[in-house]
């Protein structure tokens, strides 16, 4: 664990909650006292009374010590709310349909700000009867890789795990996706919106003139 809970944050969640130190000391039996040197920085609450403080604010114990409680009002789990984060001990992807408080491997962990794709990271996609087939012009070296991608649609998260000195290509399901998104564990999270045709039904990224003009400069980078 990297941090502990601050005195600032049981302040803002006391006043939140309109108690006073008093009556958030008796709800956690301690003295009033204690609860002041917290809120003044000149204590810490026992580890033991994390649980009871978390669950006196109707708070997660990850929120407390966060520094922040999450205040979520996607509660219909919208998808294209979506965030991602990846722990840099362990790779570990974990993912969320809203605001979430993160920690793995004892690292509070922030969502990846995705950015569109660009010359270094190109990504190319094919309609195959009823299903996306998706590659990535990258490395895929021990060092240098794309961590994985997915593809999303308003109900549905479809996720490939993927592997250095393996392809960086997968295959999704076409119904309903709007968004592709893949990691490279250098560079970052990447996204490029599917495109539609006149018609309504789903194109093929290589039917575009966008595909085409990066088909193009694919061939300069890349010969």
């Known amino acids: 664990m990297n941090q502990y809970v601050t005195g600032t944050m049981i302040r803002e969640l006391r006043e939140k909650a309109g108690m006073t130190q008093a009556e958030l000391a008796k709800r956690l039996y301690v003295s009033d006292k204690a609860v002041s040197k917290w809120e003044n920085g000149?204590?810490?609450?026992?580890?033991?009374?994390?649980?009871?403080?978390?669950?006196?604010?109707?708070?997660?114990v990850t929120e407390l010590l966060a520094g922040k409680a999450v205040q979520n009002m996607n509660v219909s789990g919208n998808m294209f709310r979506s965030k991602f984060y990846v722990c840099p001990v362990c790779g570990n992807i974990i993912h969320s349909m809203g605001e979430a408080a993160i920690h793995c491997h004892g690292v509070a962990l922030m969502p990846l700000e995705a950015e569109k794709t660009d010359e270094q990271h190109m990504i190319f996609i094919e309609g195959v009867e009823d299903e996306y087939f998706v590659r990535i012009e990258?490395?895929?070296s021990k060092t240098h890789y794309v961590s994985f991608m997915a593809a999303l649609s308003p109900d549905r998260l479809q996720l490939v795990k993927m592997y250095p000195e393996g392809e960086a290509q997968a295959r999704f399901q076409t119904s309903g996706v709007r968004r592709i998104y893949f990691?490279?564990?250098?560079?970052?999270?990447?996204?490029?919106?599917?495109?539609?045709?006149?018609?309504?039904?789903?194109?093929?990224?290589?039917?575009?003139?966008?595909?085409?003009?990066?088909?193009?400069?694919?061939?300069?980078?890349?010969?």
């Open 42 to 60: 000149k204590g810490y609450p026992d580890i033991s009374l994390l649980e009871s403080i978390a669950e006196v604010f109707g708070i997660s």
């Open 183 to 223: 990691y490279c564990n250098r560079d970052g999270l990447f996204y490029t919106d599917v495109h539609r045709a006149i018609d309504g039904r789903q194109a093929a990224y290589d039917q575009t003139t966008e595909r085409k003009t990066l088909e193009d400069a694919a061939k300069m980078i890349f010969g």
């Open 138 to 140: 990258h490395e895929m």
